[in-house]
T-cell receptor, first 115, second 114 residues
Framework: AQSVTQLDSQVPVFEEAPVELRCNYSSSVSVYLFWYVQYPNQGLQLLLKYLSGSTLVKGINGFEAEFNKSQTSFHLRKPSVHISDTAEYFC?????????????FGTGTLLAVQP | DGGITQSPKYLFRKEGQNVTLSCEQNLNHDAMYWYRQDPGQGLRLIYY???????QKGDIAEGYSVSREKKESFPLTVTSAQKNPTAFYLC?????????????FGEGSWLTVV
C-alpha cells in the first residue's frame, strides 16, 4: 500500500520569499507523484506531476518539484511567492501501472503568504 | 467550456434523511470518482467508476451509494446510515487506459447535517 506524509500543516512565508513544501511517500512499488492546489471553497487543480524521466518537474504558476527516490520525497518549491499563492497544497501518489488512477492524498499544507 | 459540474454547492440535511449530490462532466472521461474532504485529513476516496454501469468501493464507502447509468453522470447518495456526513464532497474524472492520468476535480459540494 502507498501513503503520503506532509509534515507541515501550515507554512507562513512573506511575499517574494522562497518556499518549500515537503512531501514524503511510502510505497513498495514504483509510483507516480502529483501536487495539487486548492483555493478556498474550490476544487483541486493540478500543479505538476512526475511520471518518469527528469527528476525535476516544472508546473504552473512558477512551481517546481524534485523527485528523490532514495529519500522517497517529492518536495514542492517556488523561488518567489505571491499573495495569490495562498492556498492549500496537496501531495498525492498513485501506483505505477495500476489499473485505475486512484490517488492517495496527504493531509495538505496551508501556504499562508503575508505582505 | 469543458469541465465538471457539481450541484448543489451548499446543502443542508436533517438527520435521518438521504441526500443526493449531482456530478456531471462533459470531458468525455471514462472514469469518475467521489472524494470526501475533512479538515486536517486530506481527501479520501468514497467510490469510483471506470466505465458505465460499473463502480467500485473506495476506502470509505459505508453509508454512501452511487450509480453510473450514463458516461457523463455519477451521482452520490449520502444515506442516513452515514454516521458523520458533514463534509466537503469532491467529484472528479479522468481518462483511462494510460498511465499517471491527470484527475480533474469539480468545485465541490458542502453538506451540512442539522
Amino acid at each position: 500500500a502507498q501513503s503520503v506524509t506532509q509534515l507541515d500543516s501550515q507554512v507562513p512565508v512573506f511575499e517574494e520569499a522562497p518556499v518549500e513544501l515537503r512531501c514524503n511517500y511510502s510505497s513498495s512499488v514504483s509510483v507516480y507523484l502529483f501536487w495539487y492546489v486548492q483555493y478556498p471553497n474550490q476544487g483541486l487543480q493540478l500543479l505538476l506531476k512526475y511520471l518518469s524521466g527528469s527528476t525535476l518537474v516544472k508546473g504552473i504558476n512558477g512551481f517546481e518539484a524534485e523527485f528523490n527516490k532514495s529519500q522517497t520525497s517529492f518536495h514542492l518549491r517556488k523561488p518567489s511567492v505571491h499573495i495569490s499563492d495562498t492556498a492549500e497544497y496537496f501531495c498525492a501518489v498513485s501506483r505505477y501501472g495500476g489499473a485505475t488512477n486512484k490517488l492517495i492524498f496527504g493531509t495538505g499544507t496551508l501556504l499562508a503568504v503575508q505582505p | 467550456d469543458g469541465g465538471i459540474t457539481q450541484s448543489p454547492k451548499y446543502l443542508f440535511r436533517k438527520e435521518g434523511q438521504n441526500v443526493t449530490l449531482s456530478c456531471e462532466q462533459n470531458l468525455n472521461h471514462d472514469a469518475m470518482y467521489w472524494y470526501r474532504q475533512d479538515p486536517g485529513q486530506g481527501l479520501r476516496l468514497i467510490y469510483y467508476s471506470q466505465i458505465v454501469n460499473d463502480f467500485q468501493k473506495g476506502d470509505i464507502a459505508e453509508g454512501y451509494s452511487v450509480s453510473r447509468e450514463k458516461k457523463e453522470s455519477f451521482p452520490l447518495t449520502v444515506t442516513s446510515a452515514q454516521k458523520n456526513p458533514t463534509a466537503f464532497y469532491l467529484c472528479a474524472s479522468s481518462t483511462t487506459g494510460g498511465t499517471g492520468n491527470t484527475i480533474y476535480f469539480g468545485e465541490g459540494s458542502w453538506l451540512t447535517v442539522v
